[in-house]
Each structure stands twice: as C-alpha cells, then as structure tokens.
C-alpha cells in the first residue's frame, strides 16, 4: 500500500493513523453500548494508543548521530509543527489550563497570550538562525558561537535545571493518568508512564520523537476539540463553539452579579479538601492591573524562546525557510487548542451555575446536589465538594468547590456525554503529558551526552558509543525524574511556570545576543548565563521564604529579574574584555544569510 | 555598504516591525485591558476577553506567515535563499 520514500508518504501514513483513530473510537463507543465497564474503556484508551507510540518507536531506531539527534534534519514544515505543538502543550496545558480560566479568569489568560506570542520572537530572532548554525543542541550553539568549554557546560547547567523542573510535572501528569484510567497506585503508575516515554525515545533519539510527538498530536487535538463541540451543541450554545459563546460569556457576568461574590471565612474554607477552588473573580471581566497581567505575559514570551526543547524541534527542518515557516505552523496547531481552552471553562461554568439549565447545581438543594451520581464519583476523586455553609439548605456560588483538573475531566460526563469521551480525554492528557516528557528527556540527554560527554570529556568517542552513552543517560534522567515525581513536591502548573523562568533568567539573553550582537563575547555570555541563573534563583527563593519582592514580581516572573540582570551583566562584560575575535565575527555574518553551508558539519 | 550588509539592514527593519506589530498586541493593549473590556468586539464577547481567548494569538499566527514570507523575499532579492527543498 505504501511505496517509496517514508518522509513523501507521510500524509498518506498519518492520514490512515488518523483514520484508525476514529475508527476505534467508533468502536469503543459501540462496545460501551453493548455493556463494557467504563473502567475497561479507560484501559482499552491508554494501552491502545501507548502501543501504537510504542510501535512507532521501534520503527524509527536509529543509529546514526544526525538521526538520533534531529531526525536527519528532513521533517517537513507541517509535520514539525504538529511535533512542536505536542511537545509544547504539556500536561498542564491539556489538564490544567481550562480549569486556571475556570477560576482565575482575565489574570490567568496571560499565560495564553505569553505561551503563543513567545512564538513570535522564536520566528524572528532565533530559529532560523541556530537552523542556519546546524548545531545538534542549544548548548552546542552557545559553545560554538562564543567559544570554550565554560560556556558551554554553563549553558548545559541552565538548561538541566529549567528542564528538569519541567519534566517532574510532566512525569507527575502522566503517572495521575495512568493511576486513573489503569487503576493502580500512583507510585507505580509514576513508572508505567516513565516506561512509556522511554519506549519513544530510547531506541530512536529524536526521529522517534518527532514521529510519536505527530501521532500524538492527532491523538490530543482530537480529544480536546471533540468534546468541546459535542458539549456545545448539546447544551444548544452554538454549532461552533469559538464564534457563538457571546450569549453565554454575558449570561455567566449576569449571574454573577445576581449571586455576588460571597467571601468564605477563614474557618468554614478548612472544611474543604486541599486543592480546589470556588468561583471567586468574575469570568469575563479584567481583574487583575496591567502590569500583573503584562509581566505574566511577558516572562512566558521570553521563557518560550529560551526553552531548550522546543528550539531543538526547529534544528530538525530540512532548511532555514522551513524553520521559519514551521513556526508558523507550530503556532498554528497550538492556536486550535488554546482558542478552544477558554470555550471549554465558559461552558462548564454556565452548565454548573445556571440553574434554568438541567446541569445547573447552584440554588439546588444540597441533599439534591449531593444525591447526583457525577457529583458523588467526583467528590470521591476529591475533585468536588460542596457545604452548606450558611445552612439555608440551598448551594449557593460560595459553596461549590472544585479542582482545576475536574473542568476537563468532568464537564463531558456532567454535560451527559458517553463514557467513551471521558476515556478518549484520558488519552488525550497522556499523550500531552508523554509527548512533552519526551522531548524534555531528549533534550537534557542529549546535551549531557553531546555537550559534556562528547563535547568535553572524550571528543575522540565513536559514533556508537556516543549514542549508547546518550540511551544510557535519557534512562537515567527518565528515573531521576519519576522518582522525584513520586514525592509529589509541587502542583503541576506552578513547576511548569518557574521552568519558563529559569530558562529566561539564563539563556534568553545568551541566544539572542549571540545572533544580534556581533560584540557579545565569551567572557560576557557566561557572566550573563551564571548571574541571570543564580539571582533569578535567589530571587524565588527570597520571595518564597516571606521575601516582599519589588516591581510586582513575584515567584511566578522571577525570570524577569533574573533576564534583567543577565542583560546587564552581559553587556558590560562584554564591553570590558575584548571583542571576539575575526573568525567569531565572520562565524556570526555567515549565520546571518541563509543560503550556503551551515556553520557546523552535517555529522558533528 | 557590501551585498551582505545591504541584506543584514532589510532584515533588520523586518525584524524591527515584526517586534512592533508583537508588542502591540501582547503587551500595549493590556495596559488599556480595563477600558477595552467596556467595547463589544468581534462575535459580541467582551473586547479584551474577545484578545485574550483568540484575537492576539490568531495575530501571532499570522503575524509569523507574514514575517516568514517577507524575510524569504528579502533573502531572494539578494540571492541569499537556499535552493530547492522546502
């Protein structure tokens, strides 16, 4: 069925990949007519599509160095968007990200802005030129471009630590999942899904990567949109949910200034479980000052073109023209996600507060509430809860708690959906969790094994044992990770934004002026690496032992301080030791032009 | 000025645009988020709200095609596009 070259059929492969994927879904809502147990669903879910990433990962084993760290630089500009968006919607974004808009509204809609707008900077002053460069990892960039092995192993030590926190959230995300749709104990569920990232991963390095990131795109895109529309349509809110809310985003203000904003007492706020919320700042209106929400946006932007992971995707495109339109692309993908995130809170509220509508639980009474069948198996996975605070026997808006998770995970079984949609969404939130996990993994190996081990230790060590060296370390990382995973530290968002913030606070700067700067030396690269780090570091740390902060920034835009001082640094460091010299010079106006060679060898 | 530092200045303005266009949606507009949310914009939701859901990062979107296509432009008019694939 299937001739010739793999990279040409690549529609054709996807599209059957696709295919089978609804056909299954058709299947599975066939067999839960028939009587199969939703927990069976569930399963059936998760191992099916984990197999088939599995698959996928076998086929594409490799070894050869190119293949293995950016996937023979041949993955068309589409499908290279579809990678980078799966790489780049986490867990959080798939799970948490509806739910933070449920509930914090206009001030937690900066992160939609900051994560799409730091695409912008990624087009126009990065990508195509470290495309250009032909490096094999951001270190390998900022090694090359400013020189020596300081540089370089500091810019291995930035990206370890903002990589690293990120992926403890991702391994954490995809553990839950797999605790709940395969019924085991988190601890163990933690492993399963470390071992299915490294089934991914290990045996094809990033061309595994980029084919599974694609089929786990599909996977996520479908999950998330389809019941966003199907719930849409049910509760009559429009056939197409982005262009039709308007009556519902104004029906949920109007609500609310009938139920008013009723603030809970210290006391009765104990009652409820750890983790949720109530509905506490109005939907639609802006409620937080320019600046909290500017800074927010801002540190996102400027942390999203300094995260290692997704800057390696662009080094993966047959040319400088297609990195840059990928971008595009990237941006493209993640855009039919996150325009469909704030439709998903605003018809979840409305269908839980409205009480002309059936779903509606507010000014119901509590013994009614408590008597619903969604409402008791939620309240169990602890991610609802209601009380009678004021004992009129009525819920009231004050009363109703629930988790940020329970808004995508629970509307479709509130709105009245079939199991089926629930177990498909269970998929879709490992894929999102797996598809970041992995291409954070490979990026943290891949610049221990390149950049350190190859780089600096034994720059004389063959090709095979290069890549054993880096299949060792991406296992190692991998349970590094899932066993501090395990502890179950901090909550899955809040890790995910400091990553953002360690990757400005060292690298932003480094990258950026490395291209634009011709005078940017080695000497003020690594100033500008170590300081940006350790005083955006020192700087959350002071904020969360009781620090007042200044300039309104707070633990979640340290990276703005952090950035701040590593400009500086950078700039006069750079100014006060000499200037790079000639073959730097010409290295950087050769990046600058996209035809002709790229700076480092095809094998390198 | 050489060919090369022709090619680097165009690029340059680009960038320079592409920056402007950038900050306004992304950052200048938020300042006025409170004044802005009082208009009706697009599909009838609230302005502010309707930018924060889809109209900044819809622009973002096309903003990066257009930069993409421009920059290609510029880097033909000075024969410094690379032949062949895509």
Same mark, same amino acid.
């Given at each position: 069925?299937?001739?010739?070259?793999?990279i040409?059929?690549?529609?054709?492969?996807?599209?059957i990949?696709?295919?089978g994927?609804?056909?299954?879904?058709?299947?599975?809502?066939?067999?839960?007519?028939m009587g199969?147990?939703?927990?069976?669903?569930?399963?059936?879910?998760?191992?099916?599509?984990?197999?088939?990433y599995?698959?996928?990962g076998?086929?594409?084993?490799?070894?050869?160095?190119?293949?293995?760290?950016?996937?023979?630089?041949?993955?068309?500009?589409?499908?290279?968007?579809?990678?980078?968006?799966a790489?780049?919607?986490?867990?959080?974004?798939?799970?948490?990200?509806?739910?933070?808009?449920?509930f914090?509204?206009?001030?937690?809609?900066?992160l939609l802005v900051?994560?799409?707008?730091?695409?912008?900077?990624?087009a126009?002053?990065?990508?195509?030129?470290?495309?250009?460069?032909?490096c094999?990892?951001v270190?390998?960039?900022?090694g090359t471009?400013?020189?020596?092995?300081?540089?370089?192993?500091?810019?291995?030590?930035?990206?370890?630590?903002?990589?690293?926190?990120?992926?403890?959230?991702?391994?954490?995300?995809?553990?839950?999942?797999?605790s709940?749709?395969?019924?085991?104990?988190?601890q163990?569920?933690?492993?399963?899904?470390?071992?299915?990232?490294?089934?991914?991963?290990?045996l094809?390095?990033?061309?595994?990567?980029?084919?599974?990131?694609?089929?786990?795109?599909?996977?996520?895109?479908i999950?998330?949109?389809?019941?966003?529309?199907?719930i849409?349509?049910?509760?009559?809110?429009?056939?197409?949910?982005?262009?039709?809310?308007?009556?519902?985003?104004?029906?949920?203000?109007?609500?609310?200034?009938?139920?008013g904003?009723?603030?809970?007492?210290?006391?009765?706020l104990?009652?409820?479980?750890?983790?949720?919320?109530?509905?506490?700042?109005?939907?639609s209106?802006?409620?937080?000052?320019?600046?909290?929400?500017?800074?927010?946006?801002?540190?996102?932007?400027?942390?999203?073109?300094?995260?290692?992971?997704?800057?390696?995707?662009?080094?993966?495109?047959?040319?400088?023209?297609?990195?840059?339109?990928?971008?595009g692309?990237?941006?493209?993908?993640?855009?039919l996600?996150?325009s469909?995130?704030?439709?998903?809170?605003?018809?979840?509220?409305?269908?839980?507060?409205?009480?002309?509508?059936?779903?509606?639980?507010?000014?119901?009474?509590?013994?009614?509430?408590?008597?619903?069948?969604?409402?008791?198996n939620?309240?169990?996975a602890?991610l609802?809860?209601?009380?009678d605070?004021n004992?009129?026997?009525?819920?009231?808006?004050?009363?109703?708690?629930?988790?940020g998770?329970?808004v995508?995970?629970a509307?479709?079984?509130?709105?009245?959906l079939?199991?089926v $949609? !629930?177990g498909? =969404?269970?998929?879709?939130?490992m894929?999102?969790?797996?598809? #970041? %996990?992995?291409? @954070?993994i490979? *990026?943290?190996?891949n610049? $221990? !094994?390149?950049? =350190?081990?190859?780089?600096?230790?034994d720059?004389?060590?063959? #090709? %095979?044992?290069? @890549?054993v060296? *880096?299949?060792?370390?991406?296992v190692?990382?991998?349970?590094a990770?899932?066993?501090?995973?395990?502890?179950?530290?901090?909550?899955?968002?809040?890790?995910v934004?400091?990553a953002?913030?360690?990757?400005?606070?060292?690298l932003?700067?480094?990258?950026?002026?490395g291209?634009?700067?011709?005078?940017?030396?080695?000497?003020g690269?690594?100033?500008?690496?170590?300081?940006?780090?350790?005083?955006?570091?020192?700087?959350?740390?002071?904020?969360?032992?009781?620090?007042?902060?200044?300039?309104?920034?707070?633990?979640?835009t340290?990276g703005i301080?952090?950035?701040?001082?590593?400009?500086?640094?950078?700039?006069?460091?750079?100014?006060m030791?000499?200037?790079?010299?000639?073959?730097?010079?010409?290295?950087v106006?050769?990046?600058?032009?996209?035809a002709?060679?790229?700076?480092?060898?095809?094998?390198? | 000025?050489?060919?090369?530092?022709?090619?680097?200045?165009?690029?340059?303005g680009?960038?320079?645009?592409?920056?402007?266009?950038?900050?306004?949606?992304?950052?200048?507009?938020?300042?006025?988020?409170?004044?802005m949310?009082?208009?009706t914009?697009?599909?009838?939701?609230?302005?502010?709200?309707?930018?924060?859901?889809?109209?900044?990062?819809?622009?973002?979107?096309?903003?990066i095609?257009w930069?993409?296509?421009?920059?290609?432009?510029?880097?033909?008019?000075?024969?410094?596009?690379?032949?062949?694939?895509?």
């Amino acid at each position: 069925m299937i001739k010739g070259n793999f990279i040409d059929n690549l529609p054709k492969v996807y599209g059957i990949y696709t295919g089978g994927f609804l056909a299954f879904i058709i299947i599975m809502s066939i067999a839960e007519q028939m009587g199969m147990t939703a927990k069976t669903i569930g399963i059936c879910f998760v191992a099916f599509t984990v197999a088939i990433y599995a698959i996928i990962g076998y086929l594409s084993r490799t070894a050869q160095a190119d293949a293995y760290y950016v996937a023979g630089r041949q993955v068309p500009t589409v499908f290279n968007g579809m990678a980078t968006a799966a790489d780049w919607m986490s867990g959080a974004s798939f799970v948490a990200m509806a739910g933070g808009i449920y509930f914090k509204g206009y001030g937690y809609m900066a992160l939609l802005v900051g994560w799409t707008g730091g695409y912008v900077l990624v087009a126009s002053l990065l990508a195509p030129y470290l495309r250009k460069f032909g490096c094999y990892t951001v270190p390998d960039f900022i090694g090359t471009r400013y020189g020596g092995n300081l540089s370089r192993f500091m810019a291995v030590v930035v990206l370890t630590v903002a990589s690293f926190t990120y992926v403890t959230a991702q391994i954490n995300a995809t553990g839950t999942i797999a605790s709940v749709a395969l019924d085991i104990p988190f601890q163990y569920a933690v492993y399963v899904g470390l071992i299915s990232i490294l089934l991914c991963s290990m045996l094809g390095g990033m061309r595994g990567v980029t084919w599974t990131q694609v089929a786990q795109y599909i996977v996520l895109i479908i999950a998330y949109l389809l019941p966003v529309f199907w719930i849409s349509n049910k509760m009559g809110a429009g056939f197409f949910p982005h262009f039709m809310l308007a009556d519902e985003v104004s029906r949920i203000a109007e609500l609310e200034a009938q139920f008013g904003f009723v603030k809970n007492s210290a006391e009765n706020l104990k009652e409820v479980p750890k983790g949720l919320a109530g509905i506490t700042k109005a939907h639609s209106a802006v409620n937080a000052t320019p600046w909290a929400f500017i800074s927010l946006a801002l540190a996102m932007m400027m942390g999203t073109a300094s995260l290692p992971h997704v800057m390696m995707r662009y080094f993966t495109t047959p040319s400088v023209k297609a990195a840059r339109k990928s971008v595009g692309w990237s941006l493209f993908f993640i855009f039919l996600l996150y325009s469909s995130a704030p439709m998903l809170a605003t018809l979840s509220k409305l269908s839980l507060i409205d009480p002309s509508l059936p779903t509606g639980i507010i000014g119901k009474s509590i013994a009614e509430v408590q008597a619903i069948d969604w409402y008791q198996n939620w309240n169990q996975a602890n991610l609802m809860f209601v009380s009678d605070f004021n004992g009129n026997g009525t819920l009231e808006l004050n009363e109703f708690f629930m988790g940020g998770k329970a808004v995508v995970l629970a509307t479709p079984e509130i709105a009245g959906l079939p199991y089926v $949609i !629930s177990g498909l =969404v269970a998929a879709g939130g490992m894929a999102a969790a797996m598809s #970041t %996990a992995d291409g @954070l993994i490979l *990026a943290i190996a891949n610049a $221990i !094994s390149h950049d =350190v081990y190859y780089k600096i230790i034994d720059p004389k060590a063959e #090709t %095979a044992k290069r @890549l054993v060296v *880096a299949r060792v370390l991406l296992v190692v990382i991998g349970f590094a990770g899932a066993t501090i995973a395990a502890l179950e530290i901090q909550g899955i968002l809040g890790s995910v934004i400091w990553a953002f913030d360690f990757a400005m606070s060292g690298l932003f700067f480094p990258l950026v002026l490395g291209v634009w700067w011709k005078r940017a030396n080695k000497e003020g690269a690594i100033a500008g690496m170590f300081l940006g780090l350790v005083s955006g570091a020192a700087y959350l740390v002071w904020v969360r032992t009781g620090g007042s902060g200044f300039l309104g920034i707070t633990q979640l835009t340290f990276g703005i301080f952090g950035s701040a001082v590593s400009l500086v640094a950078m700039v006069v460091v750079s100014l006060m030791t000499q200037a790079p010299n000639a073959a730097t010079q010409r290295m950087v106006d050769e990046v600058r032009v996209p035809a002709g060679k790229s700076i480092l060898g095809k094998q390198h | 000025m050489s060919k090369q530092e022709q090619h680097w200045e165009k690029s340059k303005g680009l960038l320079m645009m592409t920056l402007a266009i950038w900050f306004v949606f992304s950052i200048g507009i938020f300042l006025f988020g409170a004044e802005m949310n009082e208009v009706t914009g697009p599909f009838g939701y609230p302005l502010t709200y309707w930018f924060t859901c889809q109209g900044s990062l819809g622009i973002f979107v096309i903003l990066i095609f257009w930069f993409a296509n421009r920059q290609e432009k510029i880097d033909e008019e000075f024969g410094f596009s690379e032949r062949g694939d895509d």
